[in-house]
């Protein structure tokens, strides 16, 4: 559903719950609809998919508009968590292609053949 290992999301919330403080229930009040692993895999279902907020809703049980709490908190904490990472494949993407979601970007230049090729395979041509 989000595209990452396990263990790169137990990763990632473990980064969410520092970035938190260590709190995600609020002590006082309605506590939160979901869970943090949920909630991160929610957000991360939604960065990756670009579905409505409504399905994202119906799939995890919640309202359209707890969706949209969780992620305008979460979205900001992810890419915080997540940083240096994306300063890594930044300075990578400079220097070589970069292998993204399982396949490569196709170059302007390039002869033609399926945008998503799967790094195995070769350009037709």
């Known amino acids: 559903m989000t595209g990452l ?17 260590g709190v995600w229930q609020p002590v006082h009040g309605r506590r939160r609809v979901l869970g943090l692993y949920r909630a991160v895999v929610l957000t ?3 960065m990756r998919r670009n579905e409505a907020q409504a399905v994202a809703g119906e799939l995890f049980g919640c309202s359209q508009s707890s969706v949209s709490r969780i992620v305008r908190l979460l ?4 890419r915080q968590a997540t940083a240096e990472l994306a300063g ?12 993204v979601d399982g ?6 230049t390039a002869p033609a053949y399926p945008t998503c090729t799967p790094a195995s395979a070769t350009p037709a041509g």
């Open 103 to 108: 396949c490569w970007p196709r170059p302007a």
């Open 44 to 46: 991360l279902f939604l």
């Open 88 to 99: 890594q494949v930044r300075q990578q993407a400079k220097r070589s292609a970069v292998l």
């Open 5 to 21: 290992p396990a263990d790169q999301v137990r990763a990632l919330v473990g980064a969410v719950f520092g970035l938190l403080g």
């Open 75 to 78: 979205r900001p904490l992810l």
